[in-house]
């Protein structure tokens, strides 16, 4: 059993940062597949970045995200991070930290492969 917490989230202009954090409890932390996902009303959810667990050292992240995101993962402190800079008026939604097990690579950018999911944060980029 996994609990998330997100954290992080606020408004920012165009061009601007935002560094978003999810807490994890559980002591197998370091097992499980964390990512990032958001969602906008009436817009299915939508990917963002995924750092595998289990030994998986590469990030994965979303084609609109690649080079202004950055996932980092902590497992001494059971928690994983998301950097977003150059940020843009589409990145306006609110974002959630899922997690989960015996995630297969052709399913990490999948919100169904994930068992467990946060409160979610929003993130608002305006001028």
């Known amino acids: 059993q996994v609990q998330l917490v997100e954290s992080g989230g606020g408004s920012v202009q165009p061009g601007g940062s935002l560094r978003l954090s999810c807490a994890a409890s559980?002591?197998?932390?370091?097992?499980?597949?964390i990512a990032w996902f958001r969602q906008t009303p009436g817009k299915e959810r939508e990917f963002v970045a995924a750092?595998?667990?289990?030994?998986?050292?590469?990030?994965h992240y979303a084609d609109s995200v690649k080079g202004r995101f950055t996932i980092s993962r902590y497992n001494t402190q059971n928690k994983v991070d998301l950097q977003m800079n150059s940020l843009k008026p589409e990145d306006t939604a609110v974002y959630f930290c899922?997690?989960?097990?015996?995630?297969?690579?052709?399913?990490?950018?999948?919100?169904?492969?994930?068992?467990?999911w946060g409160q979610g944060t929003q993130v608002t980029v305006s001028s």
């Open positions: 559980g002591r197998t932390f370091r097992s499980y597949t």
């Open positions: 750092f595998r667990g289990s030994g998986g050292n590469t990030a």
């Open positions: 899922a997690a989960g097990t015996g995630i297969i690579l052709s399913s990490v950018r999948n919100g169904a492969a994930y068992g467990y």
